[in-house]
């Protein structure tokens, strides 16, 4: 097997981690993989039975399209076609990255893969191990993130466990994922000369529009939930219930016994039983949205009776993470 990937030397430990992953993905089998942006539960994307038990792990609805894992700009060409030259453009650009593109499929793509829709996602990660795993493999990867559906996507090996129990395959640990949030989706219209946005992520939609030199398109919520079921409503929850608030101030102590607050940074002086997790004490958008899932997690498991919010500032990654809390906050 190619053993290393040419930016990132392996040590042991790792190598034989890789072989197993390797082993078990040729075999048919699940192996949760780290990426720069969550966990993804992984599977073989040209082995259907391996991509149908994708869907049976994470309790995902089978409408609900997969995104294939690519090591290269270049496998693209196999995987879809008519690809747009803005498409070459922006992996040039932001591959491996935060950045999924919805293109039209090719032929070696499943229904199952695309859930019957003619188009396909498509992303080079950036994780160093999982690359160095896509260069041992003869097949790209489908990978959802590492969750059951609708619940908190996994930054780290221990959120897979939590979120999967009994059905947590192999993980191949990779630490905490940098980017700690899900890759921004996008798409093209008219002839590739427009590009749409389908889901917030760890991509700004600033650095998109500054390198595309023109505003996204966004869909109406309708339109964009028909395109991509990740944008609906209902996503990324806790099981304590969440609101998402403007002002701390007026949702300190309103009856409920144990509230945890997740802030930006820590303004006031919350005593327990209450709990709080500031997300970054410097403000900076990029770190709260690292440990956002993470704080999430954290503070679904500390027995609380309310989670109240804060939202970000609503720029850059703030409008992602904004994003994700209110879907956190639907019932
Ligand atoms: O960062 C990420 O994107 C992570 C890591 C593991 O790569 N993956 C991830 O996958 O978030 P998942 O399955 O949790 O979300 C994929 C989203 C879904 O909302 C799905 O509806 C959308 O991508 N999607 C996939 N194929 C699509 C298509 N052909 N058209 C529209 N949306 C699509
Ligand atoms: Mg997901």
Redo the contacts with the bound molecule.
Sequence with gaps: MNQSHPDFELNTAQIQALESAVKLLKAGKLVAIP?E????LAANAFDEAAVRSIYDTKGRPSN????V?IKHADELRAIGKNIPDMAWNLAARFWPG?L?M?VEKSDKISDLV??N?S???V?M?AHPLTLALLHSLDFPLV????NRSNHI?PTKPEHVRDSLGTKTPFILDGGACQKGL??T?I?FENNGQDVVL??Q??LSEEELELFIGKPLIYRSEETKQS?????SRKHYSPNTPLILVDDINQHLEKGHNRVGYLVLKNEWNFSPPNKVIALSPEKNLEEAASKLYDALHALDQSDLDLIVAQSMPNVGLGKSINDRLKRAAER
């Design positions: 990426t942006t969550v966990y993804g609900n399209p997969l995104i894992h935060p999924t919805i695309s859930a829709y188009t396909v996602a992303r990660p990978a959802p993130s590492a996507s899900e890759s989706i798409g389908y889901r992520g760890a395109q991509s079921p990740g944008s």
